[in-house]
């Protein structure tokens, strides 16, 4: 699997052209596809699933937000996410994935504003090591909370060194998921290991080709 998308076992496949457009950070087409699942979540009140997807697409609004540094629109797309993540939760507080992509859209509203940090800190970290435990065996969930220690400093308990142990950690169990790779490159290259972030890098590539955003940073890492 690429990424977050294609959930085989949920049974839910947003759908393609949400990852084509993350990929080639299309923020007019991510605008324009969270609009449409959203509204489709607004006619389907109690439908978890439909909602679900909604938040995706959010998600990914705000992901690529965050890549291009717009932290205005990072921060509005990640706040109408949680929302419907959060409401998707409360229907079926059992799954986990919900819970993943509930606290990743807690942890986005807070990296595009700090400020953010006292009203969606605790939401990001709790709803995203909910679904580690209850799912301790998905790649996605490690990925989730590998980002939020990236952000987290390590005096709140997060930092490089754990963000780095939960990107091995979802390779470790999906040794083809782009985004571990993607994220573990970052926190390598912020560890001053260049070489080793230029191979992830790469493997990202390899993966995804399409992937804009893992081809900028391969271009911004020095060699050494």
Request: aromatic share 6%.
């Amino acid at each position: 699997m690429r990424g977050t998308l294609f959930l085989l076992s949920l049974g839910i496949a947003v759908g393609g052209d949400l990852e084509n457009a993350r990929d080639a950070q299309d923020r007019a087409a991510l605008d324009r596809i969270a609009a449409q699942l959203s509204a489709a979540a607004q006619k389907q009140p109690n439908d978890a699933a439909a909602e679900y997807k909604a938040a995706v697409a959010y998600s990914y609004v705000a992901e690529v937000a965050i890549e291009v540094r717009d932290k205005g629109q990072a921060h509005s797309a990640a706040e109408a996410g949680i929302k419907i993540a959060e409401h998707a939760v409360s229907l079926k507080p059992d799954n986990a994935e919900y819970h993943r992509v509930y606290g990743t859209l807690c942890g986005q509203a807070v990296s595009a504003n700090v400020l953010q940090g006292m009203k969606y800190g605790r939401c990001a970290q709790d709803e995203v090591n909910k679904a580690v435990q209850m799912d301790p065996k998905s790649a996605l969930n490690y990925v989730s909370r590998g980002v939020g220690n990236y952000y987290l400093p390590p005096a709140f308990g997060g930092g490089i060194e754990l963000a780095v142990k939960d990107f091995q950690k979802a390779i470790e169990l999906d040794p083809k998921l782009a985004e571990a790779h993607l994220w573990l490159g970052l926190a390598l290259r912020k560890q001053n290991h260049n070489a080793e972030a230029r191979k992830e890098f790469q493997r990202v590539i390899e993966l995804n080709p399409a992937r804009v955003w893992a081809r900028q940073q391969l271009e911004k890492t020095p060699a050494q």
